[in-house]
């Protein structure tokens, strides 16, 4: 393991001890159609541990503006749990929609910009 795989091993550490929420991943697989389309396969649950921020950084607000996403926020997940824009999460009573998962260049956990459903 190089210095640099070090680092990023303690920032994983050091941040997985932040998501202290559980929560509950309704990820929605797509499956082929049989025509050359996609359609929603079957839902599969996970649970895991999470961290919901209410406030976000300007370039995450953007983002958000320009899907039309009303009191985004953003959760924070582990790094390698499987989310797309069909998919839910469940934390403490609440769900969110999951409008875009949010790469960063060093991907110490996963960021995905939410909203929340009524």
């Known amino acids: 393991m190089t210095a640099i795989d070090d680092a990023i ?10 998501l202290t929420d559980a ?11 049989g025509r050359g389309g996609e359609i929603p396969g079957t839902p599969a649950t996970i649970t895991t541990v999470a961290n919901v921020q209410r406030t976000i950084r300007a370039e995450e607000q953007e983002l958000a503006d320009r899907l039309g996403v009303v009191s985004p926020a953003i959760i924070r997940l582990p790094v390698g749990t499987v989310v797309t824009s069909a998919d839910t999460i469940a934390v403490g009573g609440r769900t969110f929609q999951v409008v875009s998962p949010l790469v960063d260049s060093l991907q110490l956990t996963l960021k995905v910009l939410v909203k929340e459903l009524t």
């Open 23 to 33: 929560c509950v991943v309704t990820h929605t697989p797509l499956q082929s159609d």
């Open 9 to 18: 091993a303690r920032g994983r550490a050091a941040l997985l001890s932040l």
